[in-house]
């Protein structure tokens, strides 16, 4: 076993979704919606499974995906995207590692932020690239130009930015961006953009890419998922957005991880893109209506919980809700005992770990979030 994969241990999101079955919990842990997902797009994946072609589409992507992707990210972000600067993958997962395995060499550092969503740094050590860690903290999550000077050095080649960042439930503001951006421009670093939350923002936010700054189109690889833009995230159906100089370097590295993803799920996302678009603005509305509900619910039953911007996701702060428990050992006891998953926003760093944070999911009926509360109010 590579070193990298020894001793790895299963992820906390199959951790904690195996002990909410095993036990039959409310599973707030792992971030998928309850419902089934938009109708009339399952439907079109339905009829294109069944009168489409079912054999190998184009490498790169049915055509009419690319060219949806691409107006999609004009229409709701601004971008100029080309369709040939589109690459379709199995996930942002698979885009992910197409990123890394593509444009990190042995020895390259690579800026990543904690906490990070934990596919990246094993993907990450294994193309060879030395990760630099900069440590955000709750409430703010934020960081600033004294942090991206410790972490920035002549080795850098990339930079790793999730927003909206899962599990912080944070958007990164314009500024921070700008700061960034001038930070990848004086190093000639890329920046490897996961964006998968892109779609859902609340309170009026819109979402704004790290390609959008000056400086950065060149430099900027974008990643989505349509997984989250539809909220059926077993999906698996994600895009890598780039200049022509990397897409070819990521398709060349997609190619040989998946080569392609299945068509009509393809077809499908290229209509909801097109002919779905209310969605995008109804999607977002029930969710915050989602979290606003789980917070008002926690808030009387005790809790400190912290805003949440965007993502499915809000966070418990326990130390300041008057409990003792790390995040690890309250989250097993909240499963365990009271039968409500979480999970430890520990588990998102990879050195110093914040330890007084837990994450829950509101992307769930009423009904459960009402149910969760109640059942958690005998955790206080
Ligand atoms: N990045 C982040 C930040 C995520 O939260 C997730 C999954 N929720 C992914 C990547 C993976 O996306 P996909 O399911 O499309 O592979
Ligand atoms: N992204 C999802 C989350 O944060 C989990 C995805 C997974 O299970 N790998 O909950």
């Known amino acids: 076993v590579h070193p990298v994969f020894e001793n790895l241990p299963t992820t906390i999101f199959e951790e904690m979704s195996g002990l909410a079955r095993e036990l039959g919990a409310i599973n707030l842990g792992q971030g998928f919606p309850d419902d089934a997902g938009p109708e009339p797009v399952r439907a079109r994946a339905a009829e294109a499974l069944m009168t489409g072609s079912n054999q190998y589409p184009p490498m790169r992507g049915l055509p009419e995906l690319r060219r949806a992707v691409a107006q999609h990210y004009r229409l709701s972000q601004g971008l100029d995207l080309d369709e040939s600067e589109i690459t379709v993958t199995s996930g942002a997962t698979e885009a992910l590692a197409a990123a890394f395995f593509s444009l990190i060499s042995p020895g390259d550092e690579v800026v990543l932020f904690q906490p990070l969503y934990d596919a990246y740094l094993p993907l990450i050590r294994r193309a060879g690239g030395v990760p630099r860690l900069v440590r955000l903290e709750p409430p703010h999550w934020r960081f600033d130009r004294a942090m991206l000077e410790a972490a920035f050095t002549p080795r850098t080649r990339m930079v790793v930015l999730n927003s909206p960042l899962n599990p912080a439930g944070t958007v990164v503001p314009d500024e921070d961006l700008a700061l960034l951006a001038e930070f990848c421009v004086a190093h000639d670093a890329i920046a490897v953009c996961d964006e998968v939350w892109e779609a859902v923002t609340f309170d009026g936010r819109r979402h704004r890419s790290l390609m959008d700054l000056p400086g950065m189109r060149e430099r900027t690889v974008k990643i989505g998922s349509a997984g989250k833009l539809f909220g059926m995230t077993g999906w698996k159906v994600g895009f890598l957005c780039a200049a022509p100089p990397l897409t070819r370097a990521l398709a060349a590295a997609h190619q040989f991880l998946t080569f392609t993803t299945p068509p009509n799920l393809q077809a499908a996302v290229a209509w909801g893109l097109d002919h779905h678009r209310d969605w995008f603005t109804a999607m977002p509305a029930g969710l915050q209506a989602s979290r606003d509900r789980l917070s008002a ?83 206080r």
């Open 297 to 379: 619910g926690l808030v009387a039953a005790g809790f400190a919980v912290l805003p949440s911007a965007g993502t499915y996701f809000l966070n418990i702060d326990l130390r300041a809700s008057g409990l003792t428990l790390n995040d690890r050992d309250f989250c097993l006891r909240l499963v365990r005992e009271h039968g409500v998953a979480a999970i430890p926003v520990s588990a998102f760093y990879a050195e110093t770990p914040v330890q007084h944070i837990a994450r829950l999911c509101f992307a769930k009926s009423d009904q459960t979030l009402d149910e969760a509360v109640a059942r958690m109010a005998r955790a």
